[in-house]
C-alpha cells in the first residue's frame, strides 16, 4: 500500500518517484482524498529536490488524465495551433495572436491563465471587456473555435483539474517558480487541448518566473520535448522579459493597447516584433506560409487592413463581451486618477527589476493578494521608461492609472525603487528574441 508521506519522504531526501507513485499523489489530490497539506509538502519537496524527465512527463500524463481530451474535427486541411507564454510583465501578446492568426486560417483554441505572482494574466485581461464570458464549457469553446476561428477560455472543470487545484496551492505556498511543475501545468493543459501545434513563449529576466538564460532554455526544451513525445509539433522563442512589454501595464490598459496596435492607432516596437514572431511560426507549422518572410508579410497584411480587429470583434461578441471597444477603447474600466511617477535623479536608465511593477499593479488593486481578490481593472501603468532611456530628475518613469491614493502611494515608491539610473549610456542592448528551440 502506497502512504503519501513516504512518498512525499522520497522526494523530499531526492530519489526519483515512480509513474505509479505520481499518479497515486496526483488522483488522491485531485479526488480530495489528499489534503492541500500533503500536496504542499510534496510540492515543496519537488521543488528543492527537482524531477528528473520521466517524472515530469509522468507528471504531465496523470494530469491530463485527471479530466477530458477535447476531440476537435479533423478535417482536411483544417490545423489548431496554440500559443502560450510562461508571463510577464505588459505581455499582452495573445490577445493579438489569437485572432490575428485565425485570419489567416488556422484554429486558434486558447485555454489561458489568471495572473500569478506578479505576472498579468490573460483572463484578467479580457475580463476586462463588459461581458466578456471566459467560463464557457468545452463544447461552447470547439463550437467557437470551429466558426469563429478562434476562442481563448480559462481552463474548465473538465480539463486537467488536478493542475487547476495545485495551481492555486502553487500561488500561495511559494512553488511557482519550480521548473517542473511549470513544465507539467503548462503543457497538461496544452496536451489536453488536443492542437496540432503549439509555439512557446519562454521568457527570461527579472520579469520572469525564470531569471537566467540557462534556466529559461532549460525550461523551453524541457516543455518541447514533452509535446514531441506526445507527437505533436512544437516549437519555442526564447525571449527577454527584462523590461515591460509594450507602453501599457495593467488589464483594460493592455487591452486598449491591443485595439490600438490592431487599429494602427499606436505604436509598440518590441510587442509587435514578439508577436509577429509567435504568429509567424504558427503559421509555418500549420503549413500556411512557406517561411518566416512570408509569413510577417501576410500577417502584417491582416493587421493593416483591420481584418484582425474585425476578427477579435467576432470572438468578443461570441463570448458576450461589448464587441463595441473595438470601435471606441473609452468603453473599458477608466481609472479616476492619473500621476506621473518622477525620476528620482538623472541619467540612464541600466536595469528595471521588472516583476517589481506587477507587483506594483497589484498594489494598485490590478492583481490579487490573495486568490478571492476582486481586480480593479481600470489601474495600473503607462510609457514606461525602457533600458537605455535617458532621463532627467522629475520627468515621468511611468505614468500612473488609479483610483486609491494610499494604494498609489506603495506603487509609486514600488516603480521607483524598481528603476536603476546610472550615469553611463547603456551600449549592449539584449536581444528581445534570444533564440528558437526546436
Not at 485581461?125 to 478562434?150: A, M, R, W, Y
Not at 515591460?244 to 492607432?265: D, K
Not at 515608491?413 to 528551440?437: E, W
Amino acid at each position: 500500500m502506497l502512504l503519501p508521506a513516504q512518498i512525499i519522504q522520497k522526494k523530499r531526501d531526492g530519489n526519483a518517484l515512480t509513474e505509479e507513485e505520481i499518479r497515486f499523489f496526483i488522483n488522491g489530490f485531485t479526488s480530495g482524498e489528499l489534503p492541500d497539506y500533503q500536496m504542499s509538502a510534496m510540492a515543496m519537496a519537488i521543488c528543492f529536490q527537482g524531477m528528473n524527465f520521466n517524472e515530469t512527463m509522468w507528471l504531465t500524463r496523470a494530469m491530463i488524465a485527471s479530466g477530458r481530451i477535447v476531440e476537435w474535427k479533423r478535417q482536411a486541411g483544417l490545423f489548431y495551433a496554440d500559443k502560450h507564454s510562461t508571463g510577464g510583465i505588459g505581455d499582452k501578446t495573445s490577445l493579438i495572436i489569437a485572432p490575428l492568426v485565425a485570419c489567416c486560417g488556422v484554429k486558434v483554441p486558447m485555454i489561458s491563465g489568471r495572473g500569478l505572482g506578479p505576472t498579468g494574466g490573460t483572463l484578467d485581461k479580457l475580463e476586462s471587456i463588459s461581458g466578456f464570458n471566459v467560463n464557457l464549457p468545452l463544447d461552447k469553446f470547439q463550437q467557437i473555435t470551429d466558426k469563429v476561428g478562434c476562442c481563448m477560455i480559462g481552463q474548465t472543470a473538465e480539463i486537467a483539474p488536478a493542475d487547476k487545484k495545485l495551481y492555486a496551492l502553487r500561488d500561495v505556498t511559494a512553488t511557482v517558480s519550480c521548473l517542473q511543475l511549470i513544465v507539467g501545468s503548462i503543457m497538461c493543459k496544452k496536451l489536453a487541448e488536443n492542437v496540432d501545434g503549439l509555439v512557446l513563449d519562454v521568457k527570461w529576466g527579472s520579469g520572469a518566473f525564470m531569471r537566467t538564460r540557462e534556466k529559461s532554455a532549460e525550461l523551453a526544451r524541457a516543455m518541447v520535448e514533452v509535446g514531441k513525445r506526445y507527437g505533436k509539433k512544437v516549437c519555442a522563442l526564447q525571449t527577454d522579459m527584462n523590461q515591460p512589454l509594450g507602453q501599457q501595464i495593467g488589464n483594460a490598459l493592455e487591452v486598449r493597447e491591443c485595439i490600438e496596435i490592431m487599429n494602427g492607432s499606436a505604436q509598440a516596437d518590441d510587442l509587435l516584433e514578439v508577436t509577429l514572431a509567435l504568429s509567424a511560426e504558427m503559421l509555418l507549422m500549420a503549413g500556411v506560409a512557406k517561411n518566416v518572410a512570408d509569413a510577417r508579410q501576410m500577417l502584417q497584411k491582416k493587421l493593416a487592413s483591420g481584418e484582425a480587429l474585425r476578427k477579435f470583434a467576432e470572438m468578443i461578441a461570441a463570448q458576450g463581451g461589448d464587441a463595441k471597444v473595438c470601435d471606441d477603447v473609452k468603453r473599458l474600466p477608466v481609472a479616476k486618477q492619473m500621476k506621473p511617477i518622477p525620476a528620482p535623479k538623472s541619467g540612464f536608465v541600466q536595469a528595471i527589476e521588472c516583476d517589481q511593477i506587477g507587483y506594483a499593479v497589484i498594489a494598485l488593486g490590478g492583481g490579487r493578494k490573495v486568490s478571492a481578490d476582486k481586480i480593479d481593472f481600470a489601474v495600473g501603468f503607462e510609457q514606461p521608461k525602457k533600458i537605455g532611456d535617458t532621463v532627467t530628475a522629475g520627468e515621468p518613469l511611468m505614468i500612473m492609472h488609479y483610483n486609491d491614493a494610499a494604494r498609489a502611494l506603495e506603487a509609486e515608491h514600488m516603480v521607483q525603487h524598481a528603476y536603476t539610473i546610472g550615469d553611463k549610456p547603456v551600449t549592449a542592448r539584449l536581444p528581445l528574441i534570444v533564440q528558437k528551440i526546436e
